[in-house]
């Protein structure tokens, strides 16, 4: 059974920081592309940030410089180290995995973690 848990989402004060962390089972997390995604109230899903099973990361503009992607395959955990927090960050937090294997593309998602960006 795989299993895709978030953790760190919390209320914080604008300019402030947090660390979100996302603990795979159930895969050989190392072959897998590992994102984060978010979703504000009302609306659509969005690509926050990506990082290969090659370690090349990719970020949306709207973090860059502030945000930070990482993973550790001995713990098969991928980070979300969010610094500079604005309200506009403000949104529910999913972790994805994603690879091609022999039956094709193998997709999933965690529950999702709150994040709230509020003085």
């Known amino acids: 059974q795989v299993q895709l848990v978030e953790s760190g989402g919390a209320l914080v004060q604008p300019g402030g920081s947090l660390r979100l962390s996302c603990a795979a089972s159930?895969?050989?997390?190392?072959?897998?592309?590992m994102a984060w995604y978010r979703q504000a109230p009302g609306q659509q899903r969005e690509l926050v940030a990506i990082?290969?099973?090659?370690?090349?990361?990719n970020y949306a503009n709207s973090v860059k410089g502030r945000f930070a992607i990482s993973r550790d395959n001995a713990k098969n955990t991928v980070y979300l180290e969010m610094n500079s927090l604005k309200p506009e960050d403000t949104a529910v937090y999913y972790c994805?995995?994603?690879?091609?294997?022999?039956?094709?593309?193998?997709?999933?998602w965690g529950q999702g973690t709150q994040v709230t960006v509020s003085s």
């Open positions: 994805n995995s994603d690879a091609f294997r022999d039956w094709g593309r193998d997709v999933y």
């Open positions: 159930g895969i050989i997390f190392s072959i897998y592309s």
């Open positions: 990082i290969t099973k090659s370690g090349s990361t």
